[in-house]
């Protein structure tokens, strides 16, 4: 038996493995642009200016497991190898619930109903301490606003870019690994 081409690995990508690889790569990204308020905060991290990008790296990444994943040689146990990756995955989840814990605020806005999630720093500027010595971190993005420009007055540049990196990488951490099994499942079904 010949070995398969890549050509017969993406065809085979329309079976039940395939569809899942393809959900793990596109549901968050796509959620996050369709849907407002907690479904887009829970379905990709907040990223203010950079969410676009985000989105953008995660189907490039996702599409790029699926190349590896033609690569594999079954050498490894396959069991062994997907309770390694899904073992990483469920690290990469944890690491995400304590950052969005920790980072990413809910800001009421009475006025439409509705809500705003967005990813602060973990260091006040001076400007905040000066001005909003006792307000929650909620509290003054009610005051002052949600845009990136206000959420860097409050908070260093840093503390915010270093926030929102933790959340992309183990939001990553948890998605990506799961594309990357599928796209071996399709592989060692060929």
Not at 40 to 51: I, Q, R, S, V
Not at 165 to 183: C, D, H, N, Q, R
Request: hydrophobic residues 45%; charged residues 15%.
């Amino acid at each position: 038996m010949p070995a398969p081409t890549l050509i017969d690995y993406y065809k085979k990508f329309k079976s039940l493995y395939g569809a899942l690889a393809g959900i793990f790569t596109l549901a968050g990204p796509l959620a996050s642009i369709i849907f407002s308020g907690a479904i887009e905060a829970y379905a990709f991290p907040p990223l203010g200016n950079t969410a676009t990008i985000g989105r953008l790296g995660i189907l490039v990444l996702g599409g790029a497991l699926t190349f590896i994943a033609f690569w594999d040689t079954p050498r490894v146990n396959p069991f062994k190898k997907f309770l390694i990756i899904g073992g990483c995955a469920f690290l990469s989840l944890v690491c995400y619930m304590v950052a969005f814990a920790h980072f990413v605020k809910r800001v009421d806005i009475p006025a439409s109903e509705s809500s705003v999630f967005v990813t602060v720093g973990y260091e006040k500027t001076e400007f905040a301490i000066k001005n909003f010595p006792s307000e929650t971190d909620s509290e003054m993005l009610t005051y002052r606003s949600t845009d990136d420009e206000q959420i860097e007055k409050l908070w260093t540049p840093r503390s915010v870019d270093i926030a929102r990196t933790l959340l992309f990488f183990s939001y990553s951490g948890f998605i990506l690994p799961f594309v990357l099994i599928f796209s071996l499942g399709v592989r060692y079904e060929l």
